[in-house]
C-alpha cells in the first residue's frame, strides 16, 4: 500500500486503537466491541476497511471470525518500515486510554481463561473439553446448601440473581435503575424462573423489613456506593442471626476510567479497609482473601464474607418496619 493511502486509512484514532489492539491479540469482533466501546457496526465496519487495505487478516474458527494483523502488516515493506516503526513506537507509548484498552484486554483474556472451553498451556497444546463449565459448577455447589432467603443487593441485570434462585428458597433482587431491573426479570421469566421478587432501591437504604434473610450477596456493587459503610451496615441489619454476608468486589486499582465509562464511585478498596468495613457492622468471624487475579490485569477481586449474631438488643416485637424509598 502506498504511504499516502495508509495515512489516510489511519487517519482514524479507533482504527489506531483497533490495530494497536490487533498487534497484541487476536480478537473477535465482539471482544473489540467490549475493549473498545465502540457499537459492534462501528467495529465491523472499520474492521472492514483495514482488511481492504491488506492490514488486518480474518480468520475463521467455529462460530467466530478472529482478526490479526495481516502478515504484510507485521513485517512492512521497506518502502513502509519506516511508518510501521513509528506506529509501534506510539502503540508502547502509555496514555490514560492506552491503559483503559490494555485493563479491559486484560478482562477479556481474563474471561477467556475462566472459560472451561480450553485449557492447557501454549497456545499449540489447548484442548477441547466438552461438559465443563463454570455455570454448572456454581449450581452444583449450590445443591449443598440449605434452602435459604437470600438478597442480592445492586443485582444489576440479575445473572447472579437467577443462578442463586436455582438453589435458594427465594431471592429478592435489588438495584436502583427500573430499566435494568426490567431485563433481569425479563431475563428470569425467559428462563422460567420464578422465586424471585424484583425490588428498585439503593443498597445504602434497603426496602427489606430487619432480620428477613439469612444470606446478603453484594457482588461488584459495593463500588457503586456513595457510601460503603452505609451499605455494609445495611446488609448487617436484614440479616437473621446466624445469616451472613458474602461480598466481591475489587481491590483498590489505579484504573481511573471506571468512573467515567462505569460509574463507579470508588475505584476499590484496600484489604484493611474492606475488613474494617464489615468489623465497624459487627460482623463476626470475617475472613477476606482474593477471589481473582491474573498477571498483568490492573483489576484483583477480593472476597470478604462474614457473619451477623444475635443483637443483645434484639427485640422481635420492635423490629423497624421496612425502610421504604424516598
Same mark, same amino acid.
Given at each position: ?24 491479540e487476536?480478537?473477535?469482533? =465482539? ?8 457499537a ?11 482488511r ?12 467466530f ?9 507485521a ?25 483503559a ?25 489447548r ?5 465443563? =463449565? ?14 435459604l ?28 435503575s ?12 425467559r428462563? %422460567? ?28 456493587a ?19 442471626p ?20 462505569l ?12 475488613? =474494617? ?17 491474573? %498477571? ?20 422481635? =416485637?420492635?423490629?423497624? %418496619?421496612?425502610? %421504604?424509598?424516598?
Amino acid at each position: 500500500m502506498y504511504a499516502s493511502a495508509l495515512l489516510r486509512l489511519l487517519g482514524d484514532p479507533t482504527r489506531l486503537r483497533l490495530l494497536r489492539l490487533l498487534s497484541r491479540e487476536a480478537l473477535n469482533v =465482539s471482544e473489540l466491541t467490549a475493549v473498545l466501546g465502540v457499537a459492534q457496526s462501528g467495529v465491523s465496519r472499520h474492521l472492514a476497511l483495514l482488511r481492504e487495505g491488506g492490514l488486518v487478516a480474518e480468520q475463521r474458527a467455529g462460530a467466530f471470525s478472529w482478526y490479526r494483523l495481516a502478515p504484510d502488516a507485521a513485517n512492512p515493506d521497506a518502502g513502509n518500515a519506516a511508518l510501521w516503526a513509528w506506529l509501534r513506537d506510539r502503540f508502547d507509548e502509555a496514555t490514560a486510554a492506552t491503559r483503559a484498552d490494555d485493563a479491559r484486554l486484560e478482562e477479556v483474556r481474563r474471561v477467556r481463561q475462566e472459560s472451561f472451553g480450553q485449557h492447557g498451556g501454549s497456545e499449540d497444546r489447548r484442548q477441547l473439553v466438552p461438559g465443563r =463449565s463454570w455455570a454448572a459448577w456454581s449450581r452444583a455447589l449450590g445443591l449443598l446448601l440449605p434452602p435459604l432467603d437470600v438478597a442480592d443487593l445492586g443485582c444489576g441485570e440479575g445473572y447472579l440473581t437467577i443462578e442463586t434462585a436455582r438453589w435458594a428458597k427465594h431471592v429478592t433482587a435489588i438495584d436502583r435503575s427500573a430499566e435494568v431491573l426490567a431485563r433481569a426479570k425479563a431475563l428470569a421469566a425467559r428462563r %422460567k424462573v420464578g422465586n424471585i421478587t424484583w425490588k428498585r432501591g439503593q443498597i445504602e437504604r434497603v426496602p427489606l423489613e430487619d432480620e428477613s434473610v439469612d444470606l446478603v450477596l453484594l457482588s461488584q456493587a459495593l463500588h457503586h456506593a456513595e457510601r460503603p459503610e452505609r451499605a455494609i451496615a445495611e446488609a448487617r441489619r436484614i440479616l437473621r442471626p446466624g445469616g451472613r454476608l458474602l461480598l466481591l468486589d475489587l481491590r483498590a486499582h489505579d484504573q481511573a476510567w471506571v468512573g467515567e465509562t462505569l460509574g463507579d464511585r470508588w475505584q476499590g478498596f484496600r484489604d484493611d479497609d474492606l475488613r =474494617s468495613l464489615l468489623d465497624g457492622a459487627g460482623f463476626h468471624d470475617v475472613h477476606l482473601r482474593v477471589g481473582a487475579r491474573r %498477571k498483568g490485569d490492573p483489576f484483583v477481586v477480593l472476597i470478604a464474607a462474614g457473619r451477623a449474631e444475635a443483637r443483645p438488643s434484639a427485640n422481635p =416485637s420492635r423490629r423497624q %418496619k421496612v425502610r %421504604k424509598q424516598p
